[in-house]
């Protein structure tokens, strides 16, 4: 017995919604991407300033510190760069939320222990004399939102993954 | 040990087992509903990684608010 897929013609309304949410799709990878590769590229050449702003945060065990410093600029600006272009857009958009929750996490205990550290999101880092850890937080639970929207879309305008592997649904 | 720490630790324990949950949802619902999934054993080798970065991240934290 073979089984058989019956499947429905999307409504006009139906096109146009999904051909909106691909577009929005592309200006959330665009931005994200486009803000990843930005911190990565900050932080690349100054892995010895990263290692201080994550030690900053008296989180990490100090032995991870140096290896986490030399990954995190690499990681960002690869996802960065998936995002940018639309390959596996949807496994790097899952790996940076899961980023910017650990930075959430960060920033917010911190500001619960009374640290004053400045995030080092974009290069710089360690002690500051004025954090801005509501403003960090939010800027990253929009990144987040961002992130979820693109793991939830499924599929967004101008991706070359769709036309190197097809799109798949 | 102060009540403003307690809670956020609550906090970030109720936030990791929610995130937990809607990626258990999420990947059930991605096998049941895309045309071609990809392999069912990389979804759950994946989702794996997710919990193991969760859970090691809200202990790590809860430990080092508290002590």
Do not use: N
Not at chain 1, 21 to 48: M, Q, V
Not at chain 1, 66 to 95: D, K, M, N, Q, W
Not at chain 1, 130 to 157: F, K, M, N, S, W
């Amino acid at each position: 017995m073979t089984a058989t897929i019956e499947t429905t013609p999307a409504s006009p309304a139906r096109r146009r919604a999904t051909t909106v949410l691909a577009w929005l799709g592309l200006a959330g990878r665009l931005y994200l991407g486009y803000t990843f590769i930005t911190a990565g590229i900050d932080k690349l050449p100054h892995p010895e300033t990263t290692r201080q702003a994550v030690f900053a945060y008296q989180l990490l065990p100090w032995q991870w510190l140096t290896a986490y410093a030399h990954a995190l600029p690499i990681a960002e600006l690869l996802l960065g760069i998936l995002l940018v272009v639309g390959v596996f857009t949807r496994s790097a958009a899952v790996l940076l939320a899961l980023g910017l929750c650990s930075f959430i996490v960060g920033i917010t205990s911190v500001w619960l222990r009374g640290i004053s550290i400045d995030c080092g999101c974009f290069g710089g880092g360690g002690a500051s004399t004025d954090p801005h850890y509501l403003e960090h937080t939010l800027r990253d639970v929009g990144y987040l939102a961002i992130a979820t929207y693109l793991v939830v879309v499924r599929r967004t305008a101008l991706a070359l993954g769709d036309w190197l592997f097809g799109h798949r649904d | 040990m102060r009540v403003k720490e307690v809670w956020y630790v609550v906090g970030l324990s109720v936030v990791s087992l929610a995130v937990i949950l809607v990626g258990l949802w999420f990947v059930r619902h991605e096998l049941r509903t895309r045309v071609q999934p990809p392999p069912a054993v990389l979804m759950w080798l994946a989702y794996a990684g997710v919990v193991a970065v969760v859970v090691f991240g809200a202990a790590r934290t809860s430990w080092v608010v508290l002590s």
